[in-house]
Structure formats: structure tokens, C-alpha cells
Nanobody, 113 residues
Framework: QVQLVESGGGLVQPGGSLRLSCAAS????????MSWVRQAPGKGLEWVSE????????YYADSVKGRFTASRDNAKNTLYLQMNSLKPEDTALYYC??????WGQGTQVTVSS
């Protein structure tokens, strides 16, 4: 069955970096756009980034533009989100999602000193 499993979250100080991964299975990963979406404590869902199926086009929310980079390795069926210059307001549960509608369970990112 379709499965998306995020990993790489954790506690990091402001200004630090993390790389999230999303391992996909059960579908033809290379055929689908993939997105990162986050939910901060007590807030709604916020779209973060999208990457096209080939990985050569990426799109970002203004709040993360210039700090986050999405990429994918279609040979490994894996999506990535490199997050640099992290801020406390980046604290959230980060989900990966496929354009066919499947979501992962999320990985927690906490930015705090």
C-alpha cells in the first residue's frame, strides 16, 4: 500500500540546520509532484514547498524562501527538505504529501534555545 514516512526532525537551536527525509513506497514516486506541509502548535496547516516529478522545479512559501531547499532522489524514492537558518517560528510538525493525496505521519521540528 502507499506509504510516506518522514524522518530527520528534532530539536535544534535558532540558526541551525536540519534535513528532513520522506521515504515513499507503494506508488510510482517519480510520477508525482511532492509537497512539504507543516502545522505549528495550535495553528492550521501551512504549505511549505512543492517539487515537480523530475525534481527540476521547486516552489516555496515566502516564509521559508531562501532558507529551505526541497529535493528528491527518484532512484531512492525519497524526498528531502534541507532547512537552514532555522527560526523558532519554524517549529511545527512537518508532513510530506504526494499529489495523489497521500500524506505521511509527520516529523516534529522544534527550534529553541
Amino acid at each position: 500500500q502507499v506509504q510516506l514516512v518522514e524522518s530527520g526532525g528534532g530539536l535544534v537551536q535558532p540558526g541551525g540546520s536540519l534535513r528532513l527525509s520522506c521515504a515513499a513506497s507503494g506508488f510510482t514516486f517519480s510520477s508525482y509532484y511532492m509537497s512539504w506541509v507543516r502545522q505549528a502548535p495550535g495553528k492550521g496547516l501551512e504549505w511549505v514547498s512543492e517539487i515537480n516529478s523530475g525534481g527540476d522545479n521547486t516552489y516555496y512559501a515566502d516564509s521559508v524562501k531562501g532558507r529551505f531547499t526541497a529535493s528528491r532522489d527518484n532512484a531512492k524514492n525519497t524526498l528531502y527538505l534541507q532547512m537552514n537558518s532555522l527560526k523558532p517560528e519554524d517549529t511545527a510538525l512537518y508532513y510530506c504529501a504526494a499529489s495523489h493525496g497521500s500524506w505521511g505521519q509527520g516529523t516534529q521540528v522544534t527550534v529553541s534555545s
